[in-house]
């Protein structure tokens, strides 16, 4: 009897466990490790242990959660933005404008807009501008809006819904200077324009 009595417990105890264990991961998980790390302006990254085997339990977590194939910083570096540069929360009630000057120390670049770690859906289905795709002026600058309403040039819907707007830049195969100093990179402002 008492046998079945410990048992009973024992497994009680480990259900609790790991329902406990598994909301709170859950809970924690959801500010990506990224958004505390290096980088220029309101741009973060980590740059160790994102997609490769040095990276611990809870950041593996993590990845599995927000972060599905994410590769080695010798592939690509991840920065995410989710704040203009005077460090407001991304709204869908203002305008901003991503603006860069030529090109980023890498073999290949993409910004896309993100709600809520999803694309933003839209009718246009456009979700990303990248190396090849951006409009180029003559310098050799380029910009992206963002906005809910539609602007004229490069243009990335934020959609008719609130939530947590994310800017995700993905610098693939990457110069070695972006790994060796994050915040040194010469990556894009994002300024807000104007807000209604």
């Known amino acids: 009897m008492r ?6 417990l024992t497994a009680a105890a480990t259900v609790v466990a790991f329902v406990a264990g598994g909301a709170a991961a859950w809970v924690y998980t959801g500010d990506p490790p990224a958004r505390a790390g290096a980088g220029p302006g ?10 490769d085997a040095s990276a611990g339990l809870l950041q593996r977590a993590v990845i599995s959660r927000v ?3 994410a590769l080695p910083p010798s592939e690509v570096i991840y920065f995410r933005a989710e704040t203009d540069d005077d460090g407001r929360p991304l709204t869908r009630r203002c305008v901003y404008a991503i603006e860069g000057t030529g ?3 890498t073999r290949w670049w993409s910004i896309a807009l993100y709600r809520d770690y999803f694309w933003v859906d839209n009718p246009l289905d456009r979700y990303s501008f990248s ?3 951006v409009t180029r002026a ?13 602007q004229q040039g490069d243009w990335l819907p934020m959609g008719s819904k609130d939530g947590r707007f994310t800017l995700p830049l993905r610098m693939y195969q990457p110069e070695a200077s972006v790994a060796q100093d994050p915040r040194a990179v010469p990556l894009p402002r994002v300024r807000r324009v104007s807000c209604a």
Do not use: M, N, Q, Y
């Not at 046998?3 to 009973?8: N, S």
């Not at 973060?44 to 997609?51: D, E, F, I």
């Not at 003559?138 to 539609?150: F, R, T, V």
């Open 42 to 51: 309101p741009w973060k990254t980590s740059t160790k242990g994102v997609g």
């Open 3 to 8: 046998g079945r009595v410990f048992a009973a």
């Open 67 to 69: 972060g599905l194939w």
């Open 138 to 150: 003559p310098d050799g600058s380029w910009k992206i809006l963002l906005s809910e309403a539609p």
């Open 131 to 133: 190396k090849t795709t």
């Open 103 to 105: 090109d980023l120390p």
